[in-house]
């Protein structure tokens, strides 16, 4: 709390700037009130769509372009996510969609989306966050000074490889495997016995092909974009974490707006999710396609309640802190 404080107080004085401006809009102008909102992803990628989707639902609603106007900036224009958000905070951006792992630093009820293996599969997944508990979640943004819109796909993370098929945990030990500055993550490659290595993404390919780190870990839509299986050829499909994004808007910009305009945006941004799903569904499949095309491996593991075992005592170091809400999702559906 206390750096979201120093963080808030330090903005203050900027107020008066253009970004401030742009970000809240002015109220003294006649016209709809504009809400930048902002997301990391280039036009194309299945969220930044659907974003552009929502953007459009809203230009194309009478009512909510009268009141609102939806004001888009993709490719990380604005910001990293974690600087989006802090953005987002104090007033600068009204709205933006990152991944729940940036927003768990400012809401951290979220952080329980990033325990290994907390989903059975993208069914219970889809179940939890469509549900009650997704509804819970999504409440306990308010006291952090944010409106949880909708849920988006950001896949499944797996782990993929320059040595050899993964298959089961012994495949996997004592392969050097590249991890966001993460402790959950870093504990989670711990007890699958790989050796966890922390470094930037973007140093994640020349490292791979020096060899310095065997393997990483992500969804296999970035693993193709991003040219890492031409060096790290052997994918397996272990989905040890389903870590979704999130559109937030600020919570006193959300509670400046008339509750009509309130109800109109949120079902706009749910009705989107359906299209970033398809779109996502359809780029995931087109990446492993081609990777297979180009000699890669894509592996199941042969025994999956092995690996959720083997990352008890994970569960046993972090899950704690968020009482009993972990095992209420595993155990729902």
């Known amino acids: 709390m206390a750096h979201r404080r120093s963080t808030r107080g330090a903005f203050a004085a900027l107020a008066l700037l ?5 970000g809240c809009d002015d109220t003294t102008v006649a016209g709809p009130r504009r809400l930048v909102l902002a997301n990391v992803h280039p036009a194309g990628y299945p969220t930044a769509e659907a974003l552009r989707g929502l953007a459009v639902a809203v230009e194309a609603d009478a009512g909510l372009r009268e009141a609102v106007e939806i004001d888009l900036q993709l490719g990380g224009v604005l910001g990293g ?3 989006v958000l802090e953005k987002v905070q104090y007033g600068g951006v009204a709205m933006a969609c990152t991944s729940v792992a940036p927003m768990a630093e400012f809401a951290p009820t979220l952080g329980v989306l990033t325990l290994p293996y907390l989903f059975r599969d993208r069914e219970h ?3 939890v966050l469509d549900g009650p508990l997704g509804d819970e979640l999504l409440a306990g943004l308010e006291d952090h000074g944010l409106v949880g819109l909708a849920w988006y796909d950001a ?3 797996s782990f993929y490889n320059r040595e050899r098929s993964v298959r089961s945990l012994a495949d996997l030990r004592g392969l050097k495997i590249r991890v966001q500055q993460s402790e959950i993550l870093r504990d989670t490659v711990g007890a699958l ?4 290595v922390v470094m930037s993404f973007k140093e994640v390919f020349t490292n791979l092909y020096t060899g310095a780190v065997d393997g990483a870990e992500n969804n296999p839509p970035s693993w193709v974009s991003e040219r890492h299986f031409e060096v790290a050829t052997h994918l397996t499909l272990d989905r040890h974490t389903m870590v979704p994004d999130l559109l937030v808007v600020q919570r006193a910009t959300w509670e400046a707006l008339a509750p009509e305009v309130q109800a109109g945006l949120r079902a706009a941004a749910r009705r989107s999710t359906a299209e970033q799903r398809r779109l996502w569904d359809a780029r995931e499949r087109a990446a492993l396609e081609e990777a297979v095309e180009a000699g890669c491996t894509v592996d199941e593991v042969e025994d999956p309640e092995a690996f959720r075992r083997a990352v008890e005592p994970v569960w046993e170091r972090h899950a704690g802190r968020w009482g009993d809400l972990p095992e209420r999702i595993r155990a729902s559906g």
């Open 155 to 157: 896949g499944a993370r």
């Open 193 to 196: 016995g790989a050796t966890p």
């Open 18 to 22: 253009p970004l401030l401006v742009v």
């Open 125 to 127: 997944f889809w179940s």
């Open 81 to 83: 996510e974690k600087e």
